[in-house]
């Protein structure tokens, strides 16, 4: 079964510096989708970025970037010159492609929660 | 453009009292819906998942139940409520061909449940 672990409970950041969160997963595909959502204290989950796998350059939002290391099953965020507005829980997730069929359901880590402080 | 509308925002409910939750997405057709719990300092769990009318599939046996009566409609059930069907729920959905893309779910903006 495919697992996704955040090792990371607890983040802070200063503002306008860049901090990186990790995640790690477990699968036996060698296709899939791996993103990371922020949820905010209103708890809606947004869409941060998404990766896929058989993609190698890493995918990058605007301050947000990711370094994807498929072999190592590895997939860390990285938020660049950090706002106030960061401050969320942020949960990485895995999904499969559609072609391999299935619910394609997020399984998703347990979450890093950011504080950014002023 | 596409949007997710999930209600009530905020429900409080008796142990042992019915529940309905209602999802609706607008501006695409033949989604995926989802439905998925986070409890308490925990991540999402997903509860179910429809690929078309009437079409649902259970992840986790439990108190609650699906229903898709319309393309674009997902409700979430339960005949008598427990104290841990407490928790925030989140209804999700993905696009199951192009222009809406399908690799990409979105969610709503989440009902919060307490069961008293």
């Known amino acids: 079964a495919q697992t996704v672990t955040q090792s990371q409970p607890e983040m802070s950041v200063q503002e306008a510096e860049t901090v990186t969160l990790s995640c790690t997963y477990d699968?036996?595909?060698?296709?899939?989708?791996l993103f990371w959502y922020k949820q905010p204290p209103s708890r809606q989950m947004i869409l941060v970025i998404r990766?896929?796998?058989?993609?190698?350059q890493n995918a990058t939002e605007n301050r947000f970037s990711v370094n994807f290391q498929k072999a190592a099953k590895s997939f860390s965020l990285k938020i660049s010159d950090s706002q106030l507005g960061d401050a969320a829980m942020y949960f990485c997730a895995y999904s499969l492609t559609p072609i391999q069929g299935g619910s394609e359901k997020l399984v998703f880590g347990k979450g890093t929660k950011l504080t950014v402080n002023p | 453009s596409q949007t997710i509308h999930q209600w009530p925002a905020t429900l409080v409910q008796p142990v042992g009292s019915p529940l309905s939750l209602e999802c609706t997405v607008e501006g695409t057709s033949n989604p995926n819906l989802y439905w998925y719990r986070q409890a308490a300092g925990r991540g999402l769990q997903l509860l179910f998942y429809s690929v078309g009318i009437g079409q649902i599939s259970s992840e986790v046996p439990q108190n609650l139940s699906a229903s898709r009566p319309q393309d674009r409609q997902f409700i979430l059930s339960s005949k008598k409520l427990l104290l841990s069907d407490s928790g925030f729920y989140l209804c999700a959905w993905k696009g199951t061909r192009d222009p809406w893309g399908t690799d990409t779910q979105y969610f709503g903006p989440g009902t919060r449940l307490t069961v008293l």
């Open positions: 699968t036996s595909e060698s296709d899939y989708y």
């Open positions: 990766q896929e796998a058989y993609k190698q």
